[in-house]
């Protein structure tokens, strides 16, 4: 079962009690306090595991706690120290306070421990009490409590990629094609209930990760369908490949706008995020169909074969990589980087689409690391 999202109460363990002892000993009169300090409570701690890939492991546990302290003991002994309790999540999981909404950590490299709650500190034993007017102190210091928090623990996937489009277009015939993802496929809409992941290789040395996310509908910005569940996925992907449904009933036009004025309203980070179309099921029409299906795309959405970045020309022998490319150019909002025809059936433009968007990512990652 995928489960991207849990609820938990957390808590640290508590400081051990200080003791209230006193040295007696045959032969030795005045032996005096010698009552040990308790132990400090353990802490709770958060590590991210790339063997992890979903928060399964967490479900039905409703309260994590770590280890109390133990009490000290007579002869100056110390208790024990709690034992610590690490909770292991996936990268990209996002860790809130659920009293204050307030986001407390953003887990996403691979190996990252990060402290959460620390366990409370172990009370002094009446041996640290003495003093010249106080000689026989009978009282120790108990523990200090330890912390607990109600969190929500929401994993957000991390790939380079990120495929968006409506139910049924295409997006996991695509990833299974590209990448080494095994999908389910099926000729019905919300065939993906949950999002996959897949990796692309790109020759020997270069490869990106691409999300297949659910299909979005009108409305999944308030809640529709699985739009909330699943557009918060798409937050953590670099680029957007926008899905447009050649077969579809619904206009292309429409897909591409109404696909926009979702994302927008989910987050204003999503409207700049850069982004490209592929044209999908092509192989339901004519070489000559296909252009005039992207000409009029094209045009509907304002833009013109010359103003296009990279203008590709259905073709069911393409297969090479050999277009023009100019990712230095910002373009204007809304605007794609490039629109491309394609079918993961016949495998049109397929080897095309994964260059550039091996090229996409990589400007990306250039600009990001520019503005850093």
Known sequence: MFVDSVELTVSSGKGGAGCVSFWTEKFVVKGGPDGGDGGRG????????????????????????????????????????????????????????????????????????????????????????????????????????????????????????????????????????????????????????????????????????????????????????????????IERTKTLLLLIDAANYREMKYQYESLLVELERYSEKLAQRKFAVAITKTDTFAVEEVNKLTEKFLSDIGLSANKTLNKFKANPEYSSYGFEKDFGVKLPQHEPLFVIPISSVTHLNTEALRY????????????EQEEA
């Not at 809409?189 to 692309?200: N, R």
């Not at 550039?356 to 600009?367: S, Y």
Request: aromatic share 6%.
């Open 42 to 233: 353990g802490s709770v701690y958060f590590i991210v595991d790339n063997n992890t890939d979903t928060l399964s492991a967490l479900r039905g546990r409703n309260h994590i706690k770590a280890e109390n302290g133990k009490p000290g003991e007579g002869r100056k002994k110390y208790g024990r120290k709690g034992q610590d309790t690490t909770i292991i999540v996936p990268p990209g999981t996002t860790v809130v306070d659920v009293e204050t909404g307030e986001e407390l950590f953003d887990l996403l490299e691979e190996g990252e421990k990060v402290l959460f709650l620390e366990g409370g500190k172990g009370g002094l034993g009446n041996m640290h009490f003495k003093n010249a007017s106080n000689q026989r102190p009978t009282y120790a210091q108990p523990g200090l409590p330890g912390i607990t928090k109600h969190v929500r623990l929401e994993m957000k996937m991390v790939a380079d990629v990120g495929l968006v489009g409506y139910p049924n277009v295409g997006k996991s015939t695509l990833i299974s094609t590209l990448s080494n993802a095994r999908p389910q496929v099926a000729n019905y809409e919300f065939t993906t209930l949950t999002p996959k992941l897949g990796v692309v290789q790109v020759g020997d040395f270069d490869s990106f990760m691409m999300a297949d996310i659910p299909g979005i509908i009108e409305g999944a910005s308030d809640g529709r369908g699985l739009g909330l569940e699943f557009l918060r996925h």
């Open 356 to 367: 550039t968007l091996n090229d996409f990512v990589k400007a990306v990652k250039e600009e």
